[in-house]
């Protein structure tokens, strides 16, 4: 049976080459899918309802979104994008990712690996048929020879315009003073914090503030004592490219860049400094020279499991001697990742839970227009809201998905995966919204 699946992108860089890879195994399948930012596929559920929604997370504040989305998809499954795996208290990470009543909603929840999954069914065994180990597709696009096979031209473009560069990945997610009360605020109206919790909660964000703050200062002294070396910056998703231009020096060696995820530039990188960042795994499966800095201000939040992948630095002549000293390094694979993801050399996670998804029972679901009067205006309050969020914070819809989404990147993309497994098809893709594509595989 042909089901649509809805696959909504929030963060671009971060999100979309891995959901086009569980499109790609679903395409193969036979079903027609839905990609693009979260307002154009909305707009198409309504017209075209009783689907798959295949989302990022069931946190806790989702409760309302996911009922809605009920209300119009016969299904709504999850893959976390935020890798609960690298929190060393997985209880804390999960405490707010997932919930009941946001699990009673779902469908599926497809884990990364042993650790997650084990907790989670121990946690809620009633639902525990719920939770599928099928591995993350994010480390899908790592894979010996499959990743040099789809990156190639974005990691020939970076090394042919900088050449050699040392990568730092920032993971602070709080770079402004403004930034500190928007999400202490933040967290009181998700009923993350009661109002008693508030102060210390922007004690909390402040002190990582503060480390940001003096990892910039150390970044900018390595710019002047390296002055031959390039400093390519990768903010976080919630970091913002203006804040971080504010701050870094103008010696010519500093680029502070979002443009294209972030695995074609680790590949080209000669080494790469991170903080506790989730990118440091990507790194060590690609064998690459990692430098971890954990310095007090610089760790002032939970400590995870990322933070021990790499060199470890504690202050700033210790980042030197992994700048200058390269016997410090060691390339081989860090033995916690088969603890908490599931990787194999020959399955892909994608195809896991592409199939998943298909085994999924679906049946027509009908939209009176009454009710499609209603979400339009839910739409239009969203679009109010999500406005005055981002007048608040400062965030813009470029920030999340620069340039936007273009139908030759996916064309492109899905051609490579096709001849990268030997599977030919020929699909059509249709523009059906700003940033929203309609894709499906052609009849014989």
């Known amino acids: ?45 309504i017209n075209n309802p009783g689907g798959i929604y295949y989302d990022k997370s069931i946190s806790k504040n989702k409760i309302a979104f996911i009922k809605k989305i009920k209300k119009i998809a016969r299904h709504f499954v999850c893959s976390d994008e935020e890798l609960g795996i690298t929190y060393n208290n997985i209880e804390s990470f999960f405490k707010f990712r997932v919930c009941l009543p946001t699990l009673t909603e779902t ?23 719920k939770f599928k180990l099928t591995g993350s597709a994010q480390f899908d696009m790592i894979k010996p020879g499959f990743c040099e096979f789809v990156y190639s031209d974005e990691i020939n473009k970076i090394k042919l315009k900088y050449g050699e560069f040392v990568l730092i990945n920032s993971s602070f997610g709080i770079i402004s003073e403004e930034s500190v009360r928007y999400n202490t605020n933040l967290a009181l109206k998700l009923k993350r914090i009661s109002k008693e919790q508030y102060n210390e909660k922007f004690d909390e964000l402040y002190e990582r503030y ?24 990768r903010p976080h998703p919630k970091e913002y490219l203006k804040d971080w ?18 695995i074609p530039w680790i590949y080209a990188s000669q080494v790469m400094i991170h903080t506790g960042c989730t990118t440091a795994i990507y790194a060590n499966l690609l064998k690459k020279k990692i430098i971890s800095y954990s310095s007090k201000l610089a760790n002032s939040r939970n400590s995870n499991l990322a933070q021990s992948f790499g060199f470890q630095a504690k202050n700033y002549s210790d980042i030197k001697k992994g700048l200058t000293d390269l016997h410090v390094h060691n390339n081989e694979l860090n033995p916690s990742i088969l603890k908490v993801l599931k990787i194999s050399d020959l399955e892909f996670c994608s195809d896991s839970i592409a199939e998943e998804i298909s085994n999924l029972k679906t049946n027509i679901t009908k939209v009176s227009f009454y009710m499609k009067i209603y979400y339009k205006y839910l739409i239009f309050l969203n679009f109010i809201s999500r406005k ?36 030919e098809f020929k699909f059509t893709i249709k523009s059906i919204d700003k940033n929203t594509f309609k894709i499906c595989k052609q009849s014989r």
């Open 1 to 45: 049976m042909i089901r649509q699946v809805y696959i909504p992108i929030e963060v671009k860089n971060r999100e979309l080459k891995s959901r086009l890879l569980v499109l790609y195994f679903l395409l193969k399948k036979g079903h027609k899918c839905i990609i693009g930012d979260k307002a154009g596929v909305y707009r198409y559920m």
């Open 107 to 129: 469908t599926s929840f497809y884990c990364c690996g042993d650790r997650d999954y084990n907790y989670l069914i121990g946690k809620y065994s009633k639902q525990k048929n």
């Open 210 to 233: 503060k480390g940001f703050i003096s990892f910039v200062d150390l970044v900018n002294k390595l710019s002047k004592d390296f002055p031959r070396l390039k400093f390519i910056i």
């Open 245 to 262: 231009s504010k701050l870094v020096n103008n010696n010519g060696n500093i680029f502070v860049i979002k443009e294209n995820d972030v």
């Open 388 to 423: 005055k969020i981002r007048y608040i914070s400062g965030e813009s819809l470029n920030d999340k998905i620069p340039d936007g989404i273009h139908i030759d990147e996916i064309t492109s993309f899905l051609n490579n995966a096709s001849a990268f497994f030997s599977n």
